[in-house]
């Protein structure tokens, strides 16, 4: 077991959003999260690396517990000053391809360099290591100085996740990977989860029941805040 969740309440304002839901998350497995929208799946997943605490309004019950680097880390007493470790270990990729301005090589280079304070040198080469890990190298080897928002979308959502995994997360969290994509570049995508949860944790939003039977290893139904069913 990597994590341990347990009545974890989450409100925005005074509309409960999740409700006491517990759960556990297995090491190196695909846990695939459904639902209807608005149902909390989201929030859960920002729960996982405290990213609702970006949000005023947001208010957080319950205890979340992570085995990372093999060191168990109760995130409601995580200080202010270790989020930056946390949200490197919990790596999130949002719906949508959120890119930095500039290059490429930018949109990798600066959270190594700024968020985990790496050299030039080895910043470039764990950015190399996460663009082949995000099967993305081949296709941006010869111009990582271009501008990122000349890939495609398929290309835009694998450089959002070599970033992620550039930071060499434990736990992936993947909000609708495949959302945008169109059904061939999708299937691309879902090997490479496959292949990731070799090596790391992945929990991830699915609005699609095959996508979750093909690649959920534990499948977890959420209903207006509350998981209904799990296994
Ligand atoms: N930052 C926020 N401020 C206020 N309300 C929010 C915020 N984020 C989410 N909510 C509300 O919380 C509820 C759950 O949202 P969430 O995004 O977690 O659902 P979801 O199951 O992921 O939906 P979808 O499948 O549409 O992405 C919704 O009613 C949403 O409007």
Known sequence: MIGEIDELSVRFGST????????????????VLSGPSGSGKTTFLRALNRLNDSFGDCHTTGRIRLWLDDQPVQLESL??????????????VFQHPQLLPGTIADNLLLP???????????ARERMEQGLVQAALWPEVAGR???PAVSLSGGQQQRLCLARTLALKPQILLLDE??????????LQIETLITELSRQLTIVMVSHSPEQAQ???????QFERGRVVSGH
């Open 16 to 31: 409960e959003v999740l409700k006491r839901v517990s759960l556990t998350l297995q090491e190196r497995k695909v846990h």
């Open 79 to 92: 200080s202010q000053a270790r989020l930056p470790y946390l949200r490197q270990r919990v790596g999130m």
């Open 112 to 122: 190594l360099t700024v968020v985990a304070g790496l050299s030039r040198t080895r």
């Open 144 to 146: 990582l100085t271009a």
């Open 177 to 186: 990977p495949t959302a945008s994509l169109d059904p061939e570049t999708a």
């Open 214 to 220: 093909r690649l959920g290893d534990h499948r977890l």
